[in-house]
């Protein structure tokens, strides 16, 4: 006499992306790509303080540093805007930042895998930053979501995706 039948069990799928075949970005690979994209941001923003901090010097030494003021606060207003513009910018053009480029992910449309319009771009980019003001919860989220989305994706409908 046969016995109930057996219940097998087979390990969940991973989840998949916005379209067949494409899969989300793994949580190693994102803060992976962030770190990196930090990095670069504060390279660059080293770098242009530096030079316009000793353009500003040199050009200071006879006006008694009255110029020298105005390029620390070129120098931080550059920095700020190139910061503000990174993400956006990358996200818009190609769905990747450097960073995300190193690690093979992209950011793309939830609903159908589509590139990111410039307004959804800076969208995203509110989301970054609420996201970090509510002491890094936004960001937390992605451990959370079954489609690895942080608030920044939820509010902008996106997600990151493995790249192809």
């Given at each position: 006499?046969?016995?109930?039948?057996q219940?097998t069990w087979t390990?969940?799928?991973a989840?998949?992306g916005?379209?067949?075949g494409?899969k989300?970005?793994?949580?190693g690979?994102?803060l992976?790509?962030?770190i990196?994209?930090?990095f670069?941001q504060i390279?660059?923003g080293i770098?242009?303080?530096?030079i316009v901090g000793l353009?500003?010097l040199?050009?200071?030494?006879?006006?008694?540093g009255?110029?020298a003021?105005?390029g620390?606060v070129?120098?931080v207003?550059?920095?700020?805007?190139?910061?503000?513009l990174?993400?956006?910018?990358f996200?818009?053009?190609g769905?990747?930042?450097?960073g995300?480029k190193?690690?093979?992910?992209r950011v793309?449309?939830?609903?159908?895998?589509?590139p990111?319009?410039?307004?959804?771009?800076?969208?995203?980019?509110?989301g970054?930053w609420?996201?970090?003001?509510?002491?890094?919860i936004?960001?937390a989220?992605?451990?959370?979501?079954a489609?690895?989305?942080g608030w920044a994706d939820?509010?902008?409908?996106?997600?990151v995706?493995e790249a192809?």
């Open positions: 006499m046969a016995g109930p039948p219940a390990a969940p799928e989840p998949t916005p379209a067949p494409i989300f970005a793994g949580h690979s994102r992976g790509a962030y990196i994209d930090v670069i390279g660059v770098a242009v303080s530096f353009l500003f040199t050009a200071s030494d006879n006006s008694g009255g110029l003021a105005l620390v070129i120098g207003v550059g920095f700020f805007l190139f910061s503000l990174y993400f956006p910018f996200w818009a053009r769905g990747q930042t450097p995300m190193a690690v093979e992910i793309v449309r939830d609903v159908d895998g589509g990111l319009s410039v307004g959804t771009a800076i969208l995203r980019l509110v970054f609420i996201s970090a003001f509510v002491l890094y936004g960001f989220w992605i451990l959370v979501d489609r690895r989305r939820l509010l902008a409908g996106t997600c995706v192809d």
